[in-house]
């Protein structure tokens, strides 16, 4: 065969040769492999012409028609040749690989590949419908799970080829992959297909399972089918059988999207004006304002209402001045033109009303906003009157936000100024038996009814109301806190019902009457502070002093400290003042002191001293500063000891005064114990007794530093200059040293000198404060006895302070200061 050779379809082209011999015998021994076509097509490619290559690759698939590895080759090479070439002028040649890839689909259509690269190479020509075939017969072909790699080939086309082809072929696509419905409705949009792209969105938010690939929400995705309808109304199909119910779908997103409804309400409006249908566009309107939730949305439709109206108006005024140009006149037109000027000034002149509504949906409780209802009417009684009525319908009390009691009240007010009291008085009536949140709403309405009595001279009405209103048992164990009992059965045990109750009684009736109330209120144990003085200064005032007592001695059982203090303050007060008996006089002052609390002994102390100084024996008031010495709070006890010592000199004279000055350094803390210590020495020093005198200074040196008291060393050293001699002074001057050392040696002491400098030290932004106290101490333990540790002077030198000098005796005479 290979000597002979073989001719292709020219007879002076001869395509074998005699180096293909080889390959020739390999096939020819192994008919039915591919492995020796392969390797004879690998050398054609590398040593042979394209139709030697073609012939070859022909001859094997001839051969062998059912190998997938031969053929992909095969068309690969045909694939390449011809991609270069116009598709339109030499379609010819594309139509031969065209038969080619027909021949290979014969037994191998189950290839996926194959379909593949045909279809691929169908895009690059342009055969529409033939590729648009051949499209379907590979998915008939293929198993479905294959079909995904045809069908991106196939959208590709589709959305080249656009138009019905494109829908169609989406149409199909979209039973087996509805995940992709949006890029469907983008294509129906941009062929124009807006009703069936209204209706893909309409199943696609009825799909409860829908996951948009884009990320979109579910209200994002109802906006956009909104917007679609809207912007295409005229385009839309909206026919019984074969349409969309628009409104009906808009109304079901209301439902949907409350927190939204002024969009879908002026979508829906919007949907009517582009279809032409004015009248329904304006009912929406009407609708929408008067259920909407939200200030928001009502900005919103409100604002769209009143630009469709001007945007109406508008246009017949443009008509109108047109026909005047012409001359022409023409009523039906003017009068319509008129019709929605006014309607226009009357929209405009409702929206205070409107917006009112919208807060009243959200909150039918709220009082303010009721009032401001009642407000917007003016002068027009007879919506007045109906606001009111609604108002107090529709306000639940328990839910009320504001004081309810104040609709009421303005309610009455109103028929009152109108002269209507009887009327006035049936709502009061009823305003009264209203289960208010709370028991001061009822308290202030009862007020409010017996104040309009009293506004209209009615005195006696405005008694007898408030006499009902505090009504209850002769013996009333409710309480006054308890939620679980309605208003009216704890109204009798406020206290602001019967203060004015009070009030009112004292200006309109008798003492006894009035003695009457402040009796009861006692027995109901709703008496404050305050109902006591009152009480007791009423009955001051009309001379009943004796029995004024009684009423401070009734709010002193009630109360406590520190109430019971002012009580006792004025009580004490009147009674000193009435010059009542000594003796009643001191078991009252023994009574306010039996259990006075330290800070408030000192007034009363000071008042019971006075009383015995002006009215008793001195002795006992000096009984009386004595005790209170004892009995007054520790920041009072350093004056009361000056008083003390002040009394009992003026009045027994200075030498009295010397075991009190004892007492009170022995009780006084060690900083005030000093100031006595000095006035004693003065007082002393006075009589005489400088010995006393020096003494005293002696003991008052423990309390005093020599650095930090350096006043308190200077008096001595003055008093010892002035009285003393040599020996006293070297003795002062030793019980400074000791002094002195015994401060240097107290740990307390040690640690706050230690802080004191190095907070300087942080001050002057030098050291460090934890190893300056750390090394302070440290020097401080390694002191020898009776010596105080070195430290460091601010130039660094270290210094040694003897706490004792070697010879204590020894003095310096011509010095006055020994440090």
């Given at each position: 065969m290979a000597s002979a050779g073989y001719k292709s379809g020219r007879p002076d082209l001869q395509v074998l040769s005699s180096d293909d011999a080889v390959y020739?015998?390999?096939?020819?021994?192994?008919?039915?492999?591919?492995?020796?076509?392969?390797?004879?097509?690998?050398f054609k490619f590398r040593h042979g012409s394209l139709l030697e290559q073609n012939f070859v690759m022909a001859r094997a698939c001839l051969q062998?028609?059912?190998?997938?590895?031969?053929?992909?080759?095969?068309?690969?090479?045909?694939?390449?040749?011809?991609?270069?070439?116009?598709?339109t002028a030499l379609a010819v040649e594309y139509n031969k690989v065209n038969t080619l890839f027909e021949k290979a689909l014969i037994l191998l259509n189950k290839m996926p590949r194959i379909w593949e690269m045909y279809l691929q190479f169908l895009l690059q020509q342009p055969v529409v419908t033939h590729a648009r075939r051949t499209f379907d017969r590979a998915l008939r072909a293929l198993p479905i799970t294959q079909?995904?790699?045809?069908?991106?080939?196939?959208?590709?086309?589709?959305?080249?080829?656009?138009?019905?082809t494109a829908v169609r072929v989406w149409r199909r696509y979209m039973h087996i992959h509805p995940e992709s419905a949006e890029d469907f409705i983008e294509l129906l949009l941009r062929t124009g297909a807006y009703t069936e792209a209204a209706k893909r969105y309409v199943d696609l938010l009825n799909n409860v399972r829908f996951t948009s690939k884009h990320g979109k929400g579910h209200f994002e995705l109802w906006s956009e089918m909104v917007d679609v309808i809207v912007e295409h109304a005229a385009e839309i199909d909206t026919k019984n059988e074969t349409g969309l119910n628009v409104e009906r779908i808009i109304r079901s997103g209301l439902v949907r999207f409350a927190d939204q409804s002024g969009k879908f309400w002026a979508s829906l409006a919007t949907y009517?004006?582009?279809?032409?249908?004015?009248?329904?566009?304006?009912d929406v309107f009407e609708e929408a304002i008067m259920t909407v939730m939200t200030v928001r949305d009502f900005t919103l439709i409100f604002d769209a209402y009143v630009?469709?109206?001007?945007?109406?108006?508008?246009?017949?005024?443009?008509?109108?001045?047109?026909?005047?140009?012409?001359?022409?006149?023409?009523?039906?037109?003017d009068f319509e033109l008129d019709f929605r000027m006014m309607r226009f000034e009357h929209l405009m002149d409702r929206r205070p009303f409107l917006l009112n509504d919208v807060l009243l949906r959200q909150n039918p409780n709220n009082v303010s906003e009721w009032e401001k209802r009642v407000a917007l009417w003016g002068d027009n009684k007879p919506e007045i009157v109906q606001t009111y009525s609604d108002a107090i319908s529709a306000i639940h009390p328990k839910r009320a936000t504001g004081s309810?009691?104040?609709?009421w009240a303005r309610y009455a007010r109103f028929y009152e100024r109108g002269g209507d009291l009887r009327s006035a008085r049936i709502i009061m009536e009823k305003a009264v038996k209203v289960p208010f949140k709370s028991v001061a709403e009822l308290a202030d309405m009862w007020i409010e009814w017996a104040e309009m009595e009293l506004r209209n001279e009615n005195f006696d009405d405005a008694v007898r109301i408030m006499a009902k209103a505090v009504q209850a048992p002769k013996r009333s164990n409710i309480d006054y806190f308890d939620e679980t009992l309605s208003p009216q059965q704890r109204v009798h045990k406020s206290w602001k019902l019967w203060s004015f109750y009070v009030d009112l009684v004292e200006s309109v009736s008798t003492l006894e009457e009035v003695k009457r109330v402040y009796e009861r209120i006692f027995e109901l144990r709703i008496a404050t502070p305050q109902t006591v003085v009152n009480y007791a200064n009423l009955l001051e005032e009309h001379h009943y002093y004796e029995e004024s007592f009684k009423v401070y001695e009734r709010g002193l059982d009630l109360f406590s400290y520190p109430v019971a203090f002012e009580l006792w303050n004025l009580y004490l007060t009147k009674a000193v003042d009435r010059k009542i008996g000594i003796e009643r006089l001191r078991d009252l002052f023994e009574q306010a002191v039996e259990d006075c609390p330290p800070k408030f002994a000192k007034t009363i102390y000071l008042m019971y001293g006075n009383l015995e100084e002006e009215r008793g024996l001195a002795r006992h008031a000096m009984r009386i500063y004595e005790r209170a010495t004892r009995a007054v709070a520790d920041e009072d006890r350093a004056d009361m000891f000056n008083f003390y010592i002040t009394k009992s000199a003026s009045n027994f004279g200075l030498p009295s005064t010397r075991p009190i000055y004892e007492r009170a350094i022995t009780a006084l803390p060690d900083v005030e114990a000093k100031e006595m210590?000095?006035?004693?020495?003065?007082?002393?020093?006075?009589?005489?007794?400088?010995?006393?005198?020096?003494?005293?200074?002696?003991?008052?040196?423990q309390f005093c530093d020599p650095r930090t008291n350096v006043d308190f060393w200077t008096r001595w050293e003055q008093f010892e200059v002035q009285h003393g001699n040599e020996d006293t002074f070297k003795e002062m001057l030793r019980i400074k040293r000791s002094v002195q050392a015994q401060?240097?040696?107290?740990?307390n002491f040690i640690a706050s000198q230690a802080l004191a400098r190095s907070q300087q030290r942080v001050d002057d932004g030098t050291g460090n404060e934890a190893a300056d106290i750390k090394a302070s101490f440290e020097r401080h333990a390694r002191a020898p006895e009776g010596f105080v540790a070195a430290s460091a002077s601010s130039k660094g030198e270290v210094t040694i302070e003897a706490t004792h000098p070697a010879n204590p005796d020894a003095i310096d005479i011509d010095g006055v200061d020994d440090e």
């Open positions: 020739e015998q390999a096939i020819l021994r192994d008919l039915a492999s591919v492995n020796p076509w392969i390797a004879y097509i690998d062998l028609p059912r190998s997938y590895k031969l053929w992909k080759l095969f068309l690969t090479f045909r694939v390449n040749h011809v991609t270069e070439l116009n598709p079909h995904k790699r045809i069908w991106t080939l196939y959208l590709h086309f589709a959305n080249a080829a656009s138009g019905e009517w004006i582009r279809k032409g249908s004015f009248e329904r566009a304006r630009e469709f109206e001007e945007s109406v108006i508008s246009a017949l005024m443009d008509a109108a001045s047109k026909r005047a140009e012409k001359g022409v006149v023409h009523d039906d037109a309810f009691h104040k609709i210590c000095l006035k004693f020495a003065d007082m002393e020093k006075r009589l005489g007794e400088i010995d006393r005198a020096r003494a005293i200074y002696g003991h008052a040196s401060y240097n040696t107290d740990v």
